[in-house]
């Protein structure tokens, strides 16, 4: 056998006793045949450094540190989960979709939700390509050496059936429980801060710079998702294609269960619910999918979730406290929020002396008093949160908590939001306020201007050297150097950060303008949809309701925005600075110019997104949903419930064939 049919012969053996140890936990050699298999791998490739290919399990762990993860866009978004923690919303989940599904049987899809950190891994012809963190639904940051060290991620794949051209991979990163007590015990020893949480150690671990401590950490993966973008597999429902990640050689959960009708549903979520502690790892919940994947492309998504799935939250374990006092934070719209201070107690593995009080109401529906003991919880084992007052702990002499009627911050009386619960301090000056539009404007989702945390942003604001983000880019080398802790490097290095932001995207402005309702998705539907912030800004609630995502509330939010003088103000300061104002893309005329097009099905020669860019570089609009607002229907193969409601609507339905030669 010559050297490069020895080496794919042990490339393929080595990945298969990986996924019988790592994955089914079957090892079928001893771990000294391993070793002597590895070895030889390692010996030949050493004799041939010309044969060793990416996939080669000698190049698992790279021994060059990463200096940076670059952020990478999702080729399709990661949407969050909508959840509950009630049964009786499970219920309410199942009744909306009866209601859109109408007569159509459905079932449903069970799974342990897993506490980690998800990722999306892209395959091309078989061979691992890239990995990227969640981030925020949108891009995330790319860690592909790190994820390479998992040994149950497989760096290329072998099927008899052959596998799809592009395909991505989303799943689950977590440490299970014995490796977490594993690491924490070596952190102990080397005297650094203990891990909270196994979730936390995960997140720790992936945005690590080494890969040799990556590998030494020792990660877990579970998939739960495969999305073919070349439309080979042809799977229509849930269940099928996790069977073919399985013979793909991913690691999939065993535990996931399909169930005919909500009450089954339930009874998974109370059997796991009881059981979660005896499994190896942890799990915070239960996901809860529609099997049919035609079903799911008919129910379509908000800007934020799915509606054809959510997850069932376990309730976490409350802990007893005495609440000190209550004090209130000013956010950078004037919401002000109760927080409450606390003795600091131990919960879910953390210490806490805050918890979050929501809002007025609920200090007076709770009748939370300041010395009360309270029961605090956490929320998604995240946020912690009063959930009650031990009343007969209370002191006889304790009175009502006193709502306040002006903003401790800057002393103007405060307003009821209609329709809210929430306290809003109405002075746009107030300082709270405006540090907290300049931090939220400077943040790395938003213009991402590095160096500008909020102590610079606290000292600019107290030496009256900026009231909003537009002054910002009015900032002179000398004001800086003369401030308290700030150099001449430290001054220059922040004045070219500054610089560097005009030419962030459209949708990175758009989000860091601070509009309420408008998160970094809506931001990115919009900028794509105008096109620049002159178009965005002229625009009514009627044609803001149009965007992908943005719903009533929403445009009408835009648009009470754009009409406070204080808000223009800035945008014309960020105008005369230079920022960015259009969104840069590729234009080849404006044949499609003020069309609507829906995309369905798989095209010939093209991908959905390539089909997108191609319409929106002619002057042309897409959106995910059919409606009279619709102009044509692009259909591929396999087009589903999208193509039959064209139909009844009337709206006209091309193939790829037609569009081109709309392009001429």
Not at 169 to 190: M, P, S
Request: charged share 30%.
């Amino acid at each position: 056998m010559d050297p490069e049919q020895e080496l794919t012969a042990l490339r393929r053996q080595i990945q298969h006793h990986d996924y019988c140890y790592y994955v089914l936990a079957q090892p079928e050699i001893s771990d000294f045949e391993y070793d002597q298999l590895y070895r030889r791998l390692e010996k030949i490739e050493h004799a041939h450094p010309h044969l060793v290919t990416p996939d080669s399990p000698t190049q698992r762990v790279s021994g060059q540190p990463t200096k940076i993860f670059k952020t990478v866009e999702h080729r399709s978004p990661m949407l969050s989960l909508s959840n509950t923690y009630s049964e009786e919303e499970l219920v309410d989940f199942d009744r909306r979709i009866r209601s859109l599904l109408g007569d159509d049987v459905y079932e449903y899809v069970t799974e342990l939700k897993i506490d980690g950190i998800a990722i999306s891994l892209l395959y091309e012809a078989g061979l691992f390509i890239r990995g990227v963190t969640r981030g925020d639904g949108v891009s995330g940051d790319e860690v592909t050496t790190n994820l390479r060290t998992i040994r149950s991620l497989p760096l290329r794949i072998y099927h008899a059936g052959g596998v799809p051209d592009t395909m991505e991979i989303r799943g689950e990163v977590f440490l299970d429980r014995k490796t977490f007590e594993r690491v924490n015990a070596q952190r102990y020893q080397n005297e650094e801060p203990l891990f909270a949480n196994p979730r936390n150690s995960a997140a720790g671990t992936m945005k690590l710079q080494d890969a040799r401590v990556v590998d030494e950490r020792g990660l877990s993966l579970f998939c739960y998702q495969m999305i073919d973008y070349s439309g080979k597999t042809g799977s229509r429902r849930h269940l099928d294609s996790l069977d073919l990640l399985r013979a793909y050689g991913f690691p999939v959960n065993p535990f996931t269960q399909a169930c005919k009708t909500i009450d089954d549903v339930i009874k998974y979520c109370r059997q796991w619910e009881s059981k979660r502690q005896d499994l190896p790892y942890e799990i915070d919940g239960v996901v809860i999918k529609l099997d049919d994947l035609s079903q799911r492309d008919k129910l379509g998504s908000t800007a934020k979730s799915p509606r054809w799935a959510i997850a069932y939250k376990f309730r976490p374990g409350q802990v007893q406290t005495r609440l000190r006092r209550i004090i209130w934070q000013v956010g950078r719209t004037g919401t002000v929020t109760p927080v409450a201070e606390l003795d600091p107690v131990q919960l879910a593995g953390t210490t806490v002396s805050r918890a979050t009080l929501h809002n007025p109401d609920e200090i007076e529906r709770k009748d939370i008093r300041e010395g009360d003991t309270v029961f605090i919880e956490k929320g998604g084992d995240i946020i912690p949160k009063v959930v009650g007052v031990q009343i007969d702990l209370r002191d006889r002499n304790s009175l009502p908590y006193f709502i306040p009627g002006e903003c401790p911050v800057c002393g103007t009386k405060l307003k009821r939001i209609p329709d809210e619960a929430a306290l809003k301090c109405p002075n746009f000056n107030c300082p709270m306020q405006v540090k907290r539009r300049i931090g939220h404007y400077a943040s790395r989702a938003a213009m991402d201007i590095e160096g500008l945390g909020e102590a610079i942003i606290e000292l600019l604001v107290q030496n009256g050297l900026i009231q909003d983000a537009g002054d910002l880019y009015a900032l002179k080398q000398e004001q800086l150097e003369g401030l308290e802790g700030m150099g001449k490097v430290s001054a220059s290095n922040l004045l070219k950060a500054i610089a560097i932001s005009k030419e962030q995207t459209l949708n990175r402005l758009i989000f860091a303008l601070g509009i309420p309702y408008i998160g970094a998705t809506a931001a990115r539907n919009l900028a794509a949809h105008f096109g620049d912030l002159d178009t965005f800004m002229k625009t009514d609630v009627t044609d803001l309701e149009a965007v992908e995502g943005v719903g009533t509330k929403m445009a009408e939010s835009i648009v009470q925005f754009f009409r406070q003088k204080e808000n223009l103000l800035v945008i014309r300061k960020l105008q005369e600075a230079g920022v960015r104002f259009r969104q840069e893309q590729q234009t080849e005329g404006d044949r499609l110019k003020d069309m609507v097009f829906v995309i369905t099905g798989t095209l010939p020669s093209m991908s959905r997104e390539e089909a997108q860019e191609l319409i929106r570089r002619y002057g042309g609009k897409v959106v995910s949903a059919v409606s009279n607002r619709t102009d044509y229907v692009v259909a591929g193969e396999k087009a589903g419930s999208k193509l039959d409601k064209a139909r009844k609507l009337g709206v006209a339905v091309i193939d790829e064939a037609n569009l081109l030669s709309m392009l001429g």
